[in-house]
């Protein structure tokens, strides 16, 4: 058999703070999805190369505020490990604290979830059970919430997850050679604890490798993998995953590319006196390097993919799409397509489309490509509004609007903490079906147009609060509008 190379980044889409696991012949991956619901993304491989996306965690963030969109809140970098055949989630909420979630079947329901660790600014947990029967977290702090940051804490829970024993204990500082430490992942080998950590700034940053055989430490320290000569920008924050029962490794870490968000890049991994060296080992006493291409870990090919396209056929709302807030009964129906209502939530919603909840979006998967979606409308009140948007601080979009029994065409665009959208006026429209589309040009310049002509300006977009841009679909409308739009046929190419 030939062999099989594969190129990074494995996944050109904003699955950022990557961890993953095997289980068997199987890897799961979990990321972080912040405000955006459904929560928590379960990914599946078999070769840790090709990923499909099967699952969340949760359907809705389970704190009343995110009614609202709450931009960069929510579920931040996660764990998934397993453990006497469980399968454990754990989710930090940085305003809340640490919550789990578990389940037997990650292809199926996880539980709700719980708090194990209640409080602020506690992120990044990673949990391990020790020979001895315990269980430790270990944990990033966020200075934006808890004052401080830079450190690396642990606690004693029960072996369930379920309470808190200790408070935290500091076992790595790292104010003075790796600022801004976080995101530790727990692994043991050959008697060694290994905490791997990200540090130096998401842009900028290394991965550390910390490492000691008593849980408390001390923790010896290495850098294991940097940017060097190399394109890929602040390469951290992953997992490392055992790959087979030979003691074969891999890391799993992203890359931040702006607009395209946190993209996820694949590294051999060589032991070098028990240091795991990520990407290329060009020189055993210094860090790896990352790699353009490499090797199949795993020397099998499969189908597995993640979907742009969605013709809505199905009787359930594919994986691909998120909404910025919790869904509410009644924003949508799948009926002969996508039938999203022209929803009232608030006038701030109404007036800014970013804060608009009911948003149906997916990550960017290409780094230029067209997109559209052929609407059936029935927009039935004075204001009533459908479109197409390109979402980030700086966002823009194409729309429908119902003004004076007509329904308008109009382009748009916003920005964050800006209280109402600028629309430019378009056609006038005279049938009640339409292809909204829009071409997106590397790295961050959109047009939008109809009926597959594009006719707008440009319009430069930006990343949103810690994600990449996103593509997205909406209806809204008046307290009390009855209008909606169907939507068939989203195509992203």
């Given at each position: 058999m030939s062999r099989l190379i594969y190129k990074n980044p494995i996944l050109h889409l904003d699955y950022s703070d990557p961890d993953a696991i095997r289980v068997g012949d199987d890897f799961f991956m979990?990321?972080?999805?912040?405000?955006?619901?459904?929560?928590?993304?379960?990914?599946?491989?078999?070769?840790?190369v090709e990923w499909k996306l099967v699952n969340y965690v949760f359907e809705n963030v389970p704190f009343e505020r995110f009614k609202d969109v709450q931009h960069g809140h929510g579920a931040w970098a996660p764990s998934i490990r397993y453990h006497n055949g469980i399968y454990y989630c754990i989710i930090p909420f940085p305003d809340e604290g640490i919550y789990v979630s578990q389940t037997t079947d990650p292809f199926g329901k996880w539980s709700d979830l719980w708090c194990v660790i209640e409080g602020k600014g506690i992120i990044d947990?990673?949990?391990?059970?020790?020979?001895?029967?315990?269980?430790?977290?270990?944990?990033?702090?966020?200075?934006?919430?808890?004052?401080?940051?830079?450190?690396?804490?642990l606690y004693e829970v029960t072996p369930d997850l379920k309470t808190q024993l200790s408070d935290y204990t500091i076992v790595y500082d790292g104010h003075d050679n790796d600022p801004t430490i976080e995101g530790p992942k727990f692994n043991v080998r050959n008697g060694y604890y290994y905490i791997m950590a990200p540090a130096g700034s998401v842009k900028t940053g290394w991965q550390v490798c910390l490492r000691s055989k008593n849980i408390y430490g001390p923790y010896e320290?290495?850098?294991?993998?940097?940017?060097?000569?190399?394109?890929?920008?602040?390469?951290?924050?992953?997992?490392?995953?055992?790959?087979?029962?030979?003691?074969?490794?891999?890391?799993?870490?992203?890359?931040?590319?702006?607009?395209?968000?946190?993209v996820v890049h694949l590294q051999?991994?060589?032991?070098?006196?028990?240091?795991?060296?990520?990407?290329?080992?060009?020189?055993?006493?210094?860090?790896?390097?990352?790699?353009?291409?490499?090797?199949y870990p795993i020397s099998i090919k499969t189908d597995f993919y993640l979907p742009t396209s969605d013709d809505f056929c199905s009787d359930t709302l594919s994986l691909i799409w998120q909404t910025p807030a919790n869904k509410k009964e009644g924003w949508y129906e799948l009926k002969d397509g996508l039938k999203l209502n022209c929803y009232y939530h608030n006038e701030e919603a109404y007036n800014a489309l970013n804060l608009t909840p009911n948003i149906f979006m997916q990550k960017l998967a290409y780094l230029s490509f067209d997109a559209s979606v052929c609407v059936k409308l029935d927009l039935q009140n004075e204001g009533?509004?459908?479109?197409?948007?390109?979402?980030?601080?700086?966002?823009?979009?194409?729309?429908?609007?119902?003004?004076?029994?007509?329904?308008?065409?109009?382009?748009?665009?916003?920005?964050?903490?800006?209280?109402?959208?600028?629309?430019?006026?378009?056609a006038v429209l005279k049938?009640?079906?339409?292809?909204?589309?829009?071409?997106?040009?590397?790295?961050?310049?959109?047009?939008?147009?109809?009926?597959?002509?594009?006719?707008?300006?440009?319009?430069?977009?930006?990343?949103?609060?810690?994600?990449?841009?996103?593509?997205?679909?909406?209806?809204?409308?008046?307290?009390?509008?009855?209008?909606?739009?169907?939507?068939r046929m989203f195509d992203m190419k």
């Amino acid at each position: 058999m030939s062999r099989l190379i594969y190129k990074n980044p494995i996944l050109h889409l904003d699955y950022s703070d990557p961890d993953a696991i095997r289980v068997g012949d199987d890897f799961f991956m979990v990321a972080s999805s912040f405000n955006h619901v459904p929560g928590l993304p379960v990914l599946h491989s078999k070769n840790l190369v090709e990923w499909k996306l099967v699952n969340y965690v949760f359907e809705n963030v389970p704190f009343e505020r995110f009614k609202d969109v709450q931009h960069g809140h929510g579920a931040w970098a996660p764990s998934i490990r397993y453990h006497n055949g469980i399968y454990y989630c754990i989710i930090p909420f940085p305003d809340e604290g640490i919550y789990v979630s578990q389940t037997t079947d990650p292809f199926g329901k996880w539980s709700d979830l719980w708090c194990v660790i209640e409080g602020k600014g506690i992120i990044d947990p990673c949990p391990i059970w020790t020979e001895d029967g315990k269980c430790y977290i270990a944990t990033g702090f966020a200075k934006s919430r808890c004052g401080f940051n830079s450190v690396i804490g642990l606690y004693e829970v029960t072996p369930d997850l379920k309470t808190q024993l200790s408070d935290y204990t500091i076992v790595y500082d790292g104010h003075d050679n790796d600022p801004t430490i976080e995101g530790p992942k727990f692994n043991v080998r050959n008697g060694y604890y290994y905490i791997m950590a990200p540090a130096g700034s998401v842009k900028t940053g290394w991965q550390v490798c910390l490492r000691s055989k008593n849980i408390y430490g001390p923790y010896e320290r290495k850098v294991v993998l940097f940017q060097s000569d190399t394109q890929i920008n602040g390469p951290h924050q992953g997992a490392l995953v055992d790959i087979d029962d030979n003691d074969n490794w891999a890391f799993l870490h992203f890359q931040d590319k702006k607009c395209y968000g946190r993209v996820v890049h694949l590294q051999p991994v060589t032991w070098v006196n028990d240091w795991p060296i990520c990407g290329e080992c060009r020189d055993e006493l210094l860090a790896g390097t990352p790699v353009a291409t490499g090797e199949y870990p795993i020397s099998i090919k499969t189908d597995f993919y993640l979907p742009t396209s969605d013709d809505f056929c199905s009787d359930t709302l594919s994986l691909i799409w998120q909404t910025p807030a919790n869904k509410k009964e009644g924003w949508y129906e799948l009926k002969d397509g996508l039938k999203l209502n022209c929803y009232y939530h608030n006038e701030e919603a109404y007036n800014a489309l970013n804060l608009t909840p009911n948003i149906f979006m997916q990550k960017l998967a290409y780094l230029s490509f067209d997109a559209s979606v052929c609407v059936k409308l029935d927009l039935q009140n004075e204001g009533d509004e459908i479109g197409l948007c390109l979402m980030g601080k700086d966002y823009a979009y194409v729309c429908v609007r119902r003004e004076n029994g007509t329904n308008v065409l109009y382009f748009a665009d916003g920005h964050f903490g800006i209280e109402k959208d600028t629309y430019l006026k378009g056609a006038v429209l005279k049938d009640d079906e339409i292809i909204l589309n829009l071409r997106y040009d590397e790295p961050n310049v959109v047009k939008f147009g109809y009926d597959e002509k594009i006719c707008s300006n440009n319009y430069y977009v930006s990343p949103g609060r810690w994600i990449g841009s996103k593509v997205g679909i909406y209806a809204k409308g008046k307290a009390g509008s009855a209008g909606s739009a169907t939507f068939r046929m989203f195509d992203m190419k």
